[in-house]
T-cell receptor
Framework: AQSVAQPEDQVNVAEGNPLTVKCTYS??????LFWYVQYPNRGLQFLLK??????LVKGSYGFEAEFNKSQTSFHLKKPSALVSDSALYFC????????????FGKGTRLSVIA | DGGITQSPKYLFRKEGQNVTLSCEQN?????MYWYRQDPGQGLRLIYY???????QKGDIAEGYSVSREKKESFPLTVTSAQKNPTAFYLC????????????????FGDGTRLSIL
């Protein structure tokens, strides 16, 4: 079975500071990992994905994520937060074996304070 | 522009009534999905379809039904058997891998918010 945990319901960070949103996953084999962002009353927007290769993945809007196989983690990061980054962030996983839908975490609300 | 269109944006259901949420995509994707979003619970999979005329139940299919008669359309019916239908419903689509899993992201519509009158 596949699962995703986002241990923090809420993350608060000051504008200009680095931000980290945590994600850990569980799959039987190897994972495909994704990060999405959701603004109020909108659908999810894709930010970045890890398939294979370099453990540091760069995505949209200056976000990046680091894949750590030994810790089964895929934390989302940004060097300098903007107020406009305030939103709900979802991590998702899919096992590379078997053709199944993405499994999503419960989401982390990021609040960037000016 | 290619994308996913969900309609209506807001929908109200009366007691004992079935309602249908529309989802149309012009991305030429084979797979389509319906999720339910409740505060603090993330996204929960209702139904998904990987090919026309075929679909599978997700984690919370009870009280819902779907059809997939056309590649671009995947409507969701919330039946009167669904006792707690108030939620934000999201439709998504993606390419389907020839074998194994697709490494492509799912694309989402902007959702339908369903409330009980």
């Amino acid at each position: 079975a596949q699962s995703v945990a986002q241990p923090e319901d809420q993350v608060n960070v000051a504008e200009g500071n680095p931000l980290t949103v945590k994600c850990t996953y569980s799959v039987s084999g190897n994972p495909y990992l994704f990060w999405y962002v959701q603004y109020p009353n909108r659908g999810l927007q894709f930010l970045l994905k890890y398939i294979t290769g370099d453990n540091l993945v760069k995505g949209s809007y200056g976000f990046e994520a680091e894949f750590n196989k030994s810790q089964t983690s895929f934390h989302l990061k940004k060097p300098s937060a903007l107020v406009s980054d305030s939103a709900l962030y979802f991590c998702a996983v899919r096992d590379i074996l078997g053709n199944t839908p993405l499994v999503f975490g419960k989401g982390t609300r990021l609040s960037v304070i000016a | 522009d290619g994308g996913i269109t969900q309609s209506p944006k807001y929908l109200f259901r009366k007691e004992g009534q079935n309602v249908t949420l529309s989802c149309e995509q012009n991305l030429n994707h084979d797979a389509m999905y319906w999720y339910r979003q409740d505060p603090g619970q993330g996204l929960r999979l209702i139904y998904y379809s990987q090919i026309v005329n075929d679909f599978q139940k997700g984690d919370i299919a009870e009280g819902y039904s779907v059809s997939r008669e056309k590649k671009e359309s995947f409507p969701l019916t919330v039946t009167s058997a669904q006792k707690n239908p108030t939620a934000f419903y999201l439709c998504a689509s993606s390419t389907k891998a020839d074998r194994g899993s697709s490494n492509q992201p799912q694309h989402f519509g902007d959702g339908t918010r369903l409330s009980i009158l």
